[in-house]
């Protein structure tokens, strides 16, 4: 029903700053809840953040809030990830997700996302 397609990953330095972003098609954008996931290499995929429908309501991972932030503009039917003072262990591919605005499950449980994007690789170095 909807297709993500993530961008703007790269390689940054420690303390930068980068903005990744999830383009969606083929659905109603604002009818998803909207998510952020990341997974480095041996790692299991872990939440970072996630936005409601209304954009109102936004909850973090313990080890980016303060840092990141994430919005959407539902006339672009895009999400963003705004990511400041990154670190080497922000570095991992990172998956954009939608959900269905009703759900059982909590928002940071990988399983109430239904869409998944390809991921976009985001390395902090120096």
């Known amino acids: 029903q909807v297709q993500l397609v993530e961008s703007g990953g790269g390689l940054v330095q420690p303390g930068g700053s980068l903005s990744v972003s999830c383009a969606a098609s083929?659905?109603?954008?604002?009818?998803?809840?909207m998510a952020w996931f990341r997974q480095a290499p041996g790692k299991e995929r872990e939440f970072v953040a996630t936005?409601?429908?209304?954009?109102?309501?936004?909850y973090y991972a313990d080890s980016v809030k303060g840092r990141f932030a994430i919005s959407r503009d539902d006339a672009k039917n895009t999400a963003y990830l705004q990511m400041n003072t990154l670190k080497p262990e922000d570095t991992a591919v990172y998956y954009c997700?939608?959900?269905?605005?009703?759900?059982?499950?909590?928002?940071?449980?990988?399983?109430?996302?239904?869409?998944w994007g390809q991921g976009t690789q985001v390395t902090v170095s120096s």
């Open positions: 083929g659905g109603t954008f604002s009818n998803y809840v």
């Open positions: 997700a939608a959900g269905d605005y009703q759900s059982t499950r909590s928002p940071y449980d990988a399983l109430r996302y239904t869409y």
């Open positions: 936005i409601s429908r209304s954009g109102s309501a936004t």
